[in-house]
């Protein structure tokens, strides 16, 4: 079946301009994630949605970032005014339920740079 | 901040070696996962091994987890040019719906 899929996958922005991410997760998946991964690092959590519920938004770097899921489903990872420290790959995650135990599906990520 | 940090940051090996990785972490645990990263493309969940478990095997993988350590091991045995890939350890918190903390990543050239 489809897997987690992300778009763009690649996209580069001028410093100060906004950019849209999209996530499309796995068919009826409750639980929804956002990473953020530098390069050489491993990704660090921004967000997290169970349905339409942001449940967590402990990771988000700043006021700049803006996560959205209204209908429980497709999710947008929305970035203000970048910075070139926002470069990084974005990756998002889904999971059957929620909870711990759940193994989270990652898509593809899109890959932000910021010139 | 991350809460694992993986041993050795960088391994290369010979085609047909083992290779063993390590992961630290700070703080109790649910569970701890394994998964790899190509160059490019997204992870993929290797593993799951649980706090009251000490030893897991898939195909090739064996996990083993010391929570008295706070460690974890990931041994891929006989490995494969296709192995070569980051491959990063990822904690589970114990309370809540949270999400997994990731290390910085051990990088596996497996030579040919």
């Known amino acids: 079946g489809a897997g987690v899929s992300q778009s763009p996958r690649y996209k580069v922005a001028k410093r100060g301009q906004d950019v849209a991410l999209r996530c499309d997760p796995i068919?009826?998946?409750?639980?929804l994630f956002w990473y953020q991964q530098a390069l050489g690092q491993g990704p660090e959590f921004l967000t997290y949605f169970q349905n339409e519920a942001q449940l967590d938004k402990s990771g988000l770097p700043s006021d700049r970032f803006f996560a959205e899921r209204p209908e429980g489903s497709v999710s947008t990872l929305k970035i203000q005014r970048t910075q070139q420290e926002d470069s990084a790959v974005y990756l998002c995650?889904?999971?059957?339920?929620?909870?711990?135990?759940?193994?989270?599906?990652f898509g593809p990520g899109t890959r932000l740079t910021v010139t | 901040s991350q809460q694992g940090e993986e041993d050795p940051q960088a391994l290369s090996i010979q085609e047909g070696e083992n290779a063993t990785m390590n992961c630290s972490y700070k703080t109790s645990i649910n569970n701890l996962q394994w998964y790899r990263q190509n160059s490019g493309r997204g992870l993929v969940h290797l593993i799951l091994?649980?706090?009251?478990?000490r030893e897991k095997h898939s195909g090739r993988l064996r996990v083993t987890l010391d929570t008295s350590k706070k460690s974890s091991s990931l041994l891929i045995t006989a490995s494969r040019a296709a192995d070569t890939a980051s491959y990063f350890c990822?904690?589970?918190?114990?309370?809540?719906?949270?999400?997994?903390?990731f290390g910085k990543g051990t990088r596996l050239s497996v030579i040919a």
């Open positions: 990822a904690t589970v918190l114990l309370t809540g719906n949270t999400p997994l903390v």
């Open positions: 995650a889904s999971s059957l339920g929620a909870g711990v135990t759940y193994e989270q599906y």
């Open positions: 068919s009826g998946h409750v639980s």
């Open positions: 091994i649980r706090s009251n478990e």
